[in-house]
């Protein structure tokens, strides 16, 4: 499975977009890339994933670079509930992921 | 709220107990997959359930157990508690072909 790379922490304006970045330089062709994110003294929360297209849900928004080797995960307009930690994985399937240690987001009011 | 339940939230146990932590996936879900996060660490992978049968294992001993009952719920079972065991036990419920794994709010386990 491919690793990660993610910074360890991030600030970010309440109302303004909050943009995530996940370097996946290893990641094969058949490895989607998934994102998660865990508040505090909660269980992790599924967001958003996809393969080669750039996605959108009600939640986010997420971008893969043409060469899939990074990721970018987009808040259009970040709350201070969204003030988490942000896991970027990749994996082939949906069973087996890897968290690592994330980003820790501040959504500063 | 994703619709895991588990039980129960806290649990202290000591060293050589055995624990067993209970899930009920969210309603229509038919896999359960159960991780461990320690103290400022993301969650590993444990082990996941389909169709009552462990599908994937991660790199945990055999002290650590599971089962799916037919209703789709999954216990978790630790034997020969050590220290080391004491974390958040989570549980995840997705669809088998899904991508998506829905979290409950853990069971924190205290090992003394």
């Known amino acids: 499975d491919a690793k990660t790379t993610q910074p360890t922490s991030m600030d970010c304006a309440e109302g303004r977009a909050a943009n995530l970045p996940c370097n996946h330089s290893?990641?094969?062709?058949?490895?989607?890339v998934y994102w998660y994110r865990q508040i505090h003294s909660q269980g992790p929360q599924y967001i958003i994933h996809?393969?080669?297209n750039n996605e959108t849900n009600e939640m986010a928004s997420l971008i893969i670079t043409e060469d899939r080797k990074s990721s970018t995960l987009i808040l259009p307009h970040a709350t201070l509930r969204d003030t988490a930690v942000y896991y970027c994985i990749v994996e082939t399937g949906a069973n087996n992921l890897f968290f690592g240690t994330g980003t820790r987001l501040t959504v500063i009011p | 709220d994703a619709g895991v339940t588990q039980s129960p939230t806290h649990l202290i146990k000591t060293r050589g107990q055995q624990v067993t932590l209970r899930c009920s996936p969210k309603s229509g879900h038919d896999t359960v997959s159960w991780y461990q996060q320690a103290l400022g660490q993301g969650p590993q992978f444990i082990f996941q359930y389909y169709e009552e049968e462990e599908r994937q294992r991660g790199n945990f001993p055999d002290r650590f157990s599971g089962h799916q009952f037919p209703n789709y719920s999954s216990e978790l079972n630790v034997n020969a508690l050590l220290l080391g065991d004491s974390a958040l036990y989570l549980c995840?419920?997705?669809?088998?072909?899904?991508?998506?794994?829905?979290f409950g709010p853990g069971t924190r386990l205290t090992v003394l």
């Open positions: 290893t990641i094969s062709g058949n490895e989607y």
């Open positions: 996809g393969l080669k």
């Open positions: 995840a419920s997705s669809l088998v072909h899904s991508r998506a794994q829905y």
